[in-house]
């Protein structure tokens, strides 16, 4: 079992930017998958992005192509999402998760995911 921890989180105005952060301990896999996930109260958690091992693949979900981008650092098994143009809709607790790819069947499913850490707050103000 990997552990998850995510840092970076805060309150910022609307247009203004967040880099987030999650560094993976334990055990990792030749192919598994990161992603940060986000969950607003009354929503459910949504997906965001994510990022593959070794491949380096990338996928964003539609609301936050072209503001977010998703990376890694493979030495660390740290990912960062960066986030400009930040809006209020935005504003939601973001948690990074981690699975072996093989075992999974959708990119963009929480439920696919066996790992999780436990969020950080993004608060953005209009």
């Known amino acids: 079992q990997v552990q998850l921890a995510e840092s970076g989180g805060g309150l910022v105005q609307a247009g203004g930017s967040l880099s987030l952060s999650c560094a993976a301990s334990?055990?990792?896999?030749?192919?598994?998958?990161m992603a940060w996930f986000r969950q607003a109260p009354g929503k459910e958690r949504e997906f965001v992005a994510a990022?593959?091992?070794?491949?380096?693949?990338?996928r964003y979900a539609d609301s936050v192509k072209g503001r977010f981008t998703i990376s890694r650092d493979s030495a660390k098994n740290t990912v960062n999402l960066q986030m400009n143009n930040l809006k209020p809709e935005d504003t939601a607790v973001y948690y990074c998760?981690?699975?072996?790819?093989?075992?999974?069947?959708?990119?963009?499913?929480?439920?696919?995911?066996?790992?999780w850490g436990q969020g950080t707050p993004v608060t953005v103000s209009s």
């Open positions: 998760a981690a699975a072996i790819i093989a075992t999974m069947t959708s990119v963009i499913d929480p439920h696919d995911y066996g790992s």
């Open positions: 334990g055990r990792t896999f030749s192919g598994y998958r």
């Open positions: 990022i593959t091992w070794p491949s380096g693949m990338t």
